[in-house]
């Protein structure tokens, strides 16, 4: 389900005063694959709850270039939000999810196992807000820029 940053803020905030635990992720999800689908659901082992915090349009161009994204923000999260193992899906326009994340607090958040907790960018924030970090190693080969390559060489 999609929500505004001001929702998933009081819902995360609610559901840990009974009890819930949260996990939160990030990214653009931009060309849904087999790799993002095992993540996630990798990454909702973690909780109770998994919120996807989503690069918005804005955010991804920033990022990748202005041939991105490929998917729209609205399908992006539309495709994400029916996922079972997805709760909550919210989008941010910065190219760094930071400020959510501080201010979501989750229980714990999940990035690929490609960095370290020395060489997380947003270390300072987990470790001040006692997030717990936990890193999910990718499928070999899945990836959306692998996709747009193939997809090219057509």
């Not at 689908?37 to 082992?45: A, P």
Request: proline share 3%; aromatic share 6%.
């Amino acid at each position: 389900m999609l929500v505004s940053q001001d929702e998933i803020i009081n819902i995360v905030k609610d559901g840990q005063a009974v009890g819930k635990t949260y996990v939160v992720t990030n990214g653009c999800f931009d060309i849904l694959h087999v790799g993002h689908v095992r993540y996630l659901k990798k990454t909702k082992e973690y909780a109770d709850k998994l919120i996807v915090m989503l690069n918005s349009d804005k955010s991804v161009k920033s990022i990748k270039g202005d041939d991105r994204p490929i998917n729209c923000e609205a399908d992006r999260a539309e495709i994400l939000s029916s996922l079972s193992c997805v709760d909550y899906v919210v989008l941010f326009d910065e190219k760094s999810p930071a400020n959510l994340l501080e201010n979501i607090k989750p229980n714990v958040y999940t990035k690929g196992a490609d960095y370290t907790l020395e060489t997380l960018p947003e270390r300072d924030i987990v470790l001040r807000n006692n997030i717990k970090v936990e890193f999910i190693e990718f499928v070999e080969g899945k990836s959306t820029t692998n996709v747009i390559k193939k997809i090219n060489l057509k």
